[in-house]
């Protein structure tokens, strides 16, 4: 079993930052392919970004350009960089992880792929 864990969310005014993690733990200890997703009230779950096997990213296109995903230091650990955020990001923000993936399209993925999913982290953008 594996559990996410995810933390850094919050709220800000538009145009504000935050820096999201993720952090993956448990059993079978391997480096698994995570994620990021968020939900917004009434809306469906949607991709946002992702590293890829070959160290490719890949972003929703309303993020393109103000959010950035990245590995930690140690294995199985995910973030992402918020920048310039509007209202339209306010959602709960999930991280996801799965063993057998290699590559996404974020924005195409059906979320029901993923194996584990973290309980979410809420960010409450203001205008």
């Known amino acids: 079993q594996v559990t996410l864990v995810e933390s850094g969310g919050g709220s800000v005014q538009s145009g504000g930052s935050l820096r999201l993690s993720c952090a993956a733990s448990?059993?079978?200890?391997?480096?698994?392919?995570m994620a990021w997703f968020r939900q917004a009230p009434g809306k469906e779950r949607e991709g946002v970004a992702a590293i890829n096997s070959d160290g490719s990213t890949t972003y929703a296109e309303s993020v393109k350009g103000r959010f950035t995903v990245s590995q930690g230091n140690t294995k199985n650990t995910l973030y992402l960089q918020m920048n310039s955020l509007q209202p339209d990001d306010t959602a709960i923000y999930y991280c996801?992880?799965?063993?057998?993936?290699?590559?996404?399209?974020?924005?195409?993925?059906?979320?029901?792929?993923?194996?584990?999913w973290g309980q979410g982290t809420q960010v409450t953008v203001s205008s």
């Open positions: 448990g059993s079978p200890d391997i480096p698994y392919y």
């Open positions: 996801a992880a799965d063993s057998s993936l290699q590559s996404v399209v974020i924005g195409k993925v059906d979320p029901s792929i993923f194996e584990y």
